[in-house]
């Protein structure tokens, strides 16, 4: 059962255009979302985040839209660059009860930026 | 101020035998949360650690099991190691419940 799912397995962007990537999640107690950049033998990379009161938030050229009734979430990369190249994650986590720590993961996009 | 850092980073294991794994966190973490990454199954949660107390655990067999100290370092163990136990151990850091974590560059274990 997998609670979160990036249905893009790769994504390919000319540089200087938008990158958009998607997540969708199941489980209703996810409230507080991740986006993590990973290359190849490296740890995962905090990107940005937001929380379940907020529909949006940014931080430099990353966008983090969601959309709660649709149980969806995008992160915009706005201008997209080369080194921008690696696998982006989408994670969620329930901030109540007993889910310390735990972070549920997506599978992952391959984001290609093209110069 | 200086990463996640974690220990060693590569190990290769043959079946049956055992392995223990280090992590550092981040200094004033006092959260660490190991995650084990294979391409079949993704990123997946293994137990999570906060004043030396396991407050959370995923859905992995007894095999694998972890402690924190004192100073906030933990270490997971895996026993009876099996060629599926291949993978790559994230060990992560925060600084309480529920905020961003941040990774470490992980231990590549193989199993032969």
């Known amino acids: 059962d997998q609670q979160v799912k990036q249905n893009s397995p790769s994504l390919s962007v000319q540089e200087g255009r938008i990158s958009i990537l998607n997540c969708d999640y199941t489980?209703?107690?996810?409230?507080?979302f991740l986006w993590y950049k990973k290359y190849p033998a490296e740890g995962p990379t905090f990107l940005i985040s937001i929380s379940s009161i907020k529909d949006k938030n940014e931080d430099g050229r990353f966008t983090v839209f969601l959309n709660k009734s649709a149980k969806h979430l995008s992160l915009h990369i706005v201008p997209s660059q080369p080194g921008d190249s690696a696998v982006y994650f989408c994670?969620?986590?329930?901030?109540?009860?007993?889910?310390?720590?735990?972070?549920?993961f997506g599978q992952g996009t391959i984001l290609t930026v093209h110069p | 101020k200086a990463g996640v850092t974690q220990t060693p980073r590569y190990l290769i294991k043959t079946r049956g035998q055992q392995v223990t794994l280090s992590c550092s966190p981040i200094s004033g973490h006092r959260s660490v949360s190991w995650y084990q990454q294979t391409p079949g199954q993704g990123l997946q949660f293994l137990f999570e650690?906060?004043?030396?107390?396991?407050?959370n655990k995923g859905n992995f067999p007894g095999r694998f099991s972890g402690r924190q100290f004192s100073n906030s370092r933990s270490e997971m163990n895996v026993s009876t190691l099996e060629l599926g136990d291949s993978a790559l151990y994230l060990c992560?850091?925060?600084?309480?419940?529920?905020?961003?974590?941040?990774f470490g560059p992980g231990t590549r274990l193989t199993v032969l």
């Open positions: 650690y906060f004043s030396e107390t396991q407050r």
């Open positions: 489980n209703s107690m996810f409230d507080y």
């Open positions: 992560a850091s925060s600084l309480g419940d529920y905020n961003e974590q941040f």
């Open positions: 994670a969620a986590s329930a901030t109540s009860g007993t889910s310390y720590g735990k972070l549920t």
